[in-house]
């Protein structure tokens, strides 16, 4: 029996994605705990690239039971949509369960999301405006509305009247637009029902029932350690918790289950979004890495957004791992940095003239700057290498340094962005 975490080390996008497409390959279950549609997990293998948003990432492996925890946003229309997407593809129907305790992001969060963030304006968050932080909001509201409450439309109006009573007070006197009919969201609701009801099962005894058997089961976190509400950089976090200790909770698994946590770093930096980011370039060295990163440039795979980059952060990434609990590494994007003569990583901030290594709060961090120091660089492909003794010395010598300073071993290292771009060790 194993139950394996892949989560975030950074600020999400460091490939989880492609990690969780490659190891799905001897998974039983692939399950998504938190967060929703917000961000996009890209996988390239034999039937193309997808970006997915809601799907869990294992969803190629037609053997894999893919499922949608308690903990998820789920928002049932844009699952449909990328359901449909992925269809059309020609990909075959994926085994999906979707917990039916899970709570749904309805277009009312969508609105008040970019309401919110318009209202802000320069003072806004960058979010992606799935509607995820009112989403959350009502949760611990307890005004939510769980998926097992989309089959009973008595249930269904009155738990859309509490929530409606609440949010149009906000929509009404605070954004100044038209209050939301309960009877527009039921009748939206009600026309998704039938493509979702198949999928919608106690997923939590299913997944119960799994570890007793002994299965293989992937919880896949959604972005990074730095954007989790507690631990992150807040208020620039997203509204869920992306810590492997939340695996267990959000897919509704016993905590004593989970074996092994697998903190996915990137090799450099990269954010989407609002907050912090000591090591972000911003000159012509910035637009290069953002050019060559990721396979085809850094850009959201949600928004399209460019995203910013910078040098590995030692601090952040340490830190990273260190709230992941994180009992292995897999180094993603190595392969990116072979332009380069010399590689530059961040090794610790400067802060009011101190030298710090710990990842400081956030309202230090907006006063810290980043202590570079160069690594010998390697400059040459590396993407069709398949095993650590044949990487050049320098991209090995990289590879170590990453794993001392974030003292966890690397046990994966990822040189490209399909699924057999990846080298084992240990
Ligand atoms: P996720 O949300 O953590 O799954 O990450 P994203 O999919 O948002 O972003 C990761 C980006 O890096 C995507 O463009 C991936 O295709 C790409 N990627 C993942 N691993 C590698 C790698 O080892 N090398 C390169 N060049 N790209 C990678």
Known sequence: MSVTAVVGANWGDEGKGKITDYLGGKADFVVRYQGGD??????INEFGKFALNLLPSGVCHTSIINVIG???????????????????????????????????VLPVHVMLDVLEEQRLADRQFGSTKSGIAPFYADKYQK????????FDDQRLYERLQALLEMRNTAIVHLYGKDPVRVEDIMATLQEKRAVIAPFVCDT???????????????VEGQLGALRDPDHGIFPYSTSSSTLAGYATVGAGIPVRALTEVIAVVKAYSSCVGAGP?????????????????????????????????????????????QVQGATQVALTNLDVLGYLDEVPVCYAYEIDGNVVHQFPTTAHLDRAKPVIKH???????????????????????????????????????????????IILRG
């Open 204 to 218: 939590t005894a299913l997944l119960h029932d799994a570890i007793r058997q002994g299965k293989h089961i992937l």
């Open 375 to 421: 690594l010998p660089g390697w400059k040459t492909d590396i993407s069709s290498i398949r095993t650590f003794e044949q990487l050049p010395k320098a991209a090995q010598d990289y590879v170590h340094f990453v794993e001392e300073v974030v003292g966890c071993p690397i046990t994966i290292v990822s040189v490209g962005p399909k699924r057999e771009d």
């Open 277 to 321: 980011f000591v090591s972000e370039l911003f000159d012509e060295q910035g637009d290069t890495l953002r050019r060559l990163g990721g396979d085809a440039g850094e850009y959201g795979a949600k928004t399209g957004r460019p995203r910013r980059v910078g040098w590995f952060d030692a601090v952040a990434t340490r830190y990273g791992c």
């Open 70 to 104: 308690p903990g998820v946003a789920f928002n049932p229309l844009s699952f449909v949509a990328e359901l449909q997407k992925f269809l059309d593809r020609g990909m075959t129907m994926p085994q999906l369960r979707i917990s039916d305790r899970a709570q749904m």
């Open 38 to 43: 917000n961000a996009g997990h890209t996988i």
């Open 143 to 150: 005004i939510g509305i769980q998926v097992a409450d989309l």
